[in-house]
């Protein structure tokens, strides 16, 4: 099994970290890890050898000799520089990485081809015996962090409640829209910095846990918002209409607010907008919006992914691959996950595809040359494939 380094621009983080080696070695799995993947993250060459990984000085004999690759950022997750990659794929090797086949299902297309068995950990089933392996919900817990940090350094005023003998400081006030992993943490983090928080999620019943981190639930009177929430657990789009009644009702809590932050999403969808230039006018000057879904569209019409706008006196911040800038944590949580994924496929120190099971059978892309996952079929205008995939162990 080999670990290449990230070659996404400004791509910090490493699929493996040192802790895991011995626990995957137990299972008979030998790991080879290119030399300097973990540098960026914090864990040098030296760190793997102390735990039993191989280094390997060539990213092409790791693509020659290895049966599976583990990445962060492959395939349309890193439709630029990872198309170098095509060229070291070998017919019957496994990739197993965040590959984001919903947004951009095209990029499977030469690797099906080329026969390489693709994994992508964004379609995991969102089960009780795939928590261990959610890279998404792991990555949105640091995205949320981030984004309150990045807003509290951008906003001209403190975010906690002093009483000083200078007199007294008023509490921040922060709204987050989309209370889903992202958004959760993006809560605990500001109320844990003294904000008062308010938070919305077309999704009623995410008002507990909203409620039970020190935050208000702002409900609004939507018709349909039960439809709201997809399979899994994911959000699901909507009318425009439905969203241009949500805007409507969101102005006055936007206008209200210090910092917005907005984390809604819908896989494989252009992120909705929910806050417009005329919202971000009526907010006081110095104020911020942070928008997560920026890499999809963003969910703020001022947001330009990548960058800072500033706008009638407000910040609008677009930050893309947040996870990237927390690369020492960020890599410990991915780590886990895809090792967990990599364990839950092995059977007796080999690689077993059973698609009778719903996290394997669900994550599979690519196999035997064809694109075989129903979802990224179905955006690609494939028609369904044929039943009856092989079995076996690889």
Same mark, same amino acid.
């Given at each position: 099994?080999?670990? !290449?380094?990230?070659?996404?621009?400004?791509?910090?983080?490493?699929?493996?970290? !040192?802790?895991?080696?011995?626990?995957?070695?137990?299972?008979?799995?030998?790991?080879?890890?290119?030399?300097?993947?973990?540098?960026?993250?914090?864990?040098?060459? @030296?760190?793997?050898?102390?735990?039993?990984?191989?280094?390997?000085?060539?990213?092409?004999?790791?693509?020659?000799?290895?049966?599976? #690759?583990?990445?962060?950022?492959?395939?349309?997750?890193? !439709?630029?520089?990872?198309?170098? =990659?095509?060229?070291?794929?070998?017919?019957?090797?496994?990739?197993?990485?965040?590959? =984001?086949?919903?947004?951009?299902?095209?990029?499977?297309?030469?690797?099906?081809?080329?026969? &390489?068995?693709?994994?992508?950990?964004?379609?995991?089933?969102?089960?009780?015996?795939?928590? @261990?392996?959610?890279?998404? *919900?792991?990555? @949105?817990?640091?995205?949320?962090?981030?984004?309150?940090?990045?807003?509290?350094?951008?906003?001209?005023?403190?975010?906690?409640?002093?009483?000083?003998?200078?007199?007294? &400081?008023?509490?921040?006030?922060?709204?987050?829209?989309?209370?889903?992993?992202?958004?959760?943490?993006?809560?605990?983090?500001?109320?844990?910095?003294?904000?008062?928080?308010?938070?919305?999620?077309?999704?009623?019943?995410?008002?507990?846990?909203?409620?039970?981190?020190?935050?208000?639930?702002?409900?609004?009177?939507?018709?349909?918002?039960?439809?709201?929430?997809?399979?899994?657990?994911?959000?699901?789009?909507?009318?425009?209409?439905?969203?241009?009644?949500?805007?409507?009702?969101? *102005?006055?809590?936007?206008?209200?607010?210090? &910092?917005?932050?907005?984390?809604?999403?819908?896989?494989?969808?252009?992120?909705?907008?929910?806050?417009?230039?005329?919202?971000?006018?009526?907010?006081?000057?110095?104020?911020?919006?942070?928008?997560?879904?920026?890499?999809?569209?963003?969910?703020?019409?001022?947001?330009?992914?990548?960058?800072?706008?500033?706008?009638?006196?407000?910040?609008?911040?677009?930050?893309?691959?947040? !996870?990237?800038?927390?690369?020492?944590?960020?890599?410990?949580?991915?780590?886990?996950?895809?090792?967990?994924?990599?364990?839950?496929?092995?059977?007796?120190?080999?690689?077993? #595809? =059973?698609?009778?099971?719903?996290?394997?059978?669900?994550?599979?892309?690519?196999?035997?040359?064809?694109?075989?996952?129903?979802?990224?079929?179905?955006?690609?205008?494939?028609?369904?494939?044929?039943?009856?995939?092989?079995?076996?162990?690889?």
């Amino acid at each position: 099994m080999a670990v !290449p380094k990230e070659t996404y621009p400004g791509e910090r983080r490493v699929a493996l970290t !040192p802790a895991v080696i011995p626990l995957l070695a137990k299972k008979g799995i030998t790991v080879v890890v290119e030399s300097g993947a973990g540098v960026a993250a914090g864990y040098p060459d @030296s760190a793997y050898r102390e735990k039993g990984a191989q280094i390997g000085s060539s990213r092409a004999d790791l693509f020659a000799t290895a049966v599976v #690759i583990l990445q962060v950022r492959a395939l349309g997750a890193n !439709p630029g520089a990872g198309r170098a =990659d095509h060229d070291l794929f070998r017919k019957g090797q496994v990739l197993i990485a965040l590959c =984001d086949p919903l947004g951009a299902p095209e990029a499977f297309r030469e690797p099906a081809r080329l026969g &390489v068995t693709v994994f992508s950990l964004e379609l995991l089933p969102r089960i009780t015996r795939a928590q @261990s392996m959610d890279a998404l *919900s792991s990555m @949105s817990t640091v995205a949320g962090y981030k984004a309150v940090l990045l807003a509290a350094a951008e906003l001209p005023r403190m975010f906690p409640l002093l009483m000083t003998a200078a007199g007294t &400081v008023s509490p921040a006030r922060v709204f987050v829209v989309g209370a889903g992993v992202a958004g959760l943490t993006a809560i605990a983090t500001a109320r844990r910095l003294g904000a008062v928080v308010e938070a919305y999620d077309v999704r009623a019943a995410v008002k507990e846990q909203v409620e039970s981190l020190g935050a208000k639930f702002v409900e609004l009177p939507l018709e349909g918002g039960e439809a709201a929430e997809g399979a899994g657990g994911y959000a699901k789009a909507m009318d425009e209409e439905f969203y241009r009644r949500q805007r409507e009702l969101l *102005s006055r809590t936007v206008a209200a607010s210090d &910092v917005v932050i907005t984390t809604a999403l819908v896989p494989g969808k252009k992120a909705p907008q929910l806050v417009t230039g005329e919202m971000v006018a009526g907010m006081a000057p110095g104020s911020v919006v942070v928008d997560l879904a920026s890499e999809q569209g963003g969910n703020c019409e001022l947001t330009r992914p990548g960058e800072t706008v500033v706008a009638h006196g407000v910040t609008v911040l677009g930050p893309v691959n947040l !996870p990237a800038t927390v690369p020492y944590h960020a890599s410990q949580m991915y780590s886990k996950n895809v090792s967990a994924f990599l364990l839950h496929l092995v059977r007796e120190g080999r690689l077993a #595809i =059973d698609m009778q099971d719903e996290i394997t059978r669900e994550t599979l892309v690519a196999r035997d040359g064809e694109i075989v996952s129903p979802r990224v079929r179905a955006a690609l205008g494939l028609p369904a494939a044929v039943p009856g995939e092989r079995d076996g162990a690889r």
